[in-house]
Nanobody
Framework: QVQLVESGGGLVQAGGSLRLSCAASGRTFGAYAMGWFRQAPGKEREFLATITWSGGSTTVADSVKGRFTISRDNAKNTMYLQMNSLKPDDTAVYYC????????????????????WGQGTQVTVSS
């Protein structure tokens, strides 16, 4: 079992920044990738970014590229999402996720490609 806990969400004005953290505990050794998703009311869960745990390769969704940056600290089992130039459309519940195994057919942009999820943290951007 892997436990993921997001933190760092809150209320921010448009144009501001937030840094989200995802702390992993439990059986995290060997995890291949971790990712960030968000879900706004009435919308599907949206991919934001993913990072491989050992190599640090990243993929960022076009919708947030240039504003959001994903990173990780392997020693701390912690992943981060730095969000800059926030817009009201960024308002959503933000989730972190972990994928245990490498799979050739996966690009780790789909929610179904992850095994564990955090409880989510609310990000609200006011205009």
């Amino acid at each position: 079992q892997v436990q993921l806990v997001e933190s760092g969400g809150g209320l921010v004005q448009a144009g501001g920044s937030l840094r989200l953290s995802c702390a992993a505990s439990g059986r995290t050794f060997g995890a291949y990738a971790m990712g960030w998703f968000r879900q706004a009311p009435g919308k599907e869960r949206e991919f934001l970014a993913t990072i491989t745990w050992s190599g640090g390769s990243t993929t960022v969704a076009d919708s947030v590229k240039g504003r959001f940056t994903i990173s990780r600290d392997n020693a701390k089992n912690t992943m981060y999402l730095q969000m800059n130039s926030l817009k009201p459309d960024d308002t959503a519940v933000y989730y972190c996720a972990a994928a245990i195994s490498e799979r050739n057919s996966y690009d780790y942009t789909g929610p179904n490609q992850y095994d564990y999820w955090g409880q989510g943290t609310q990000v609200t951007v006011s205009s």
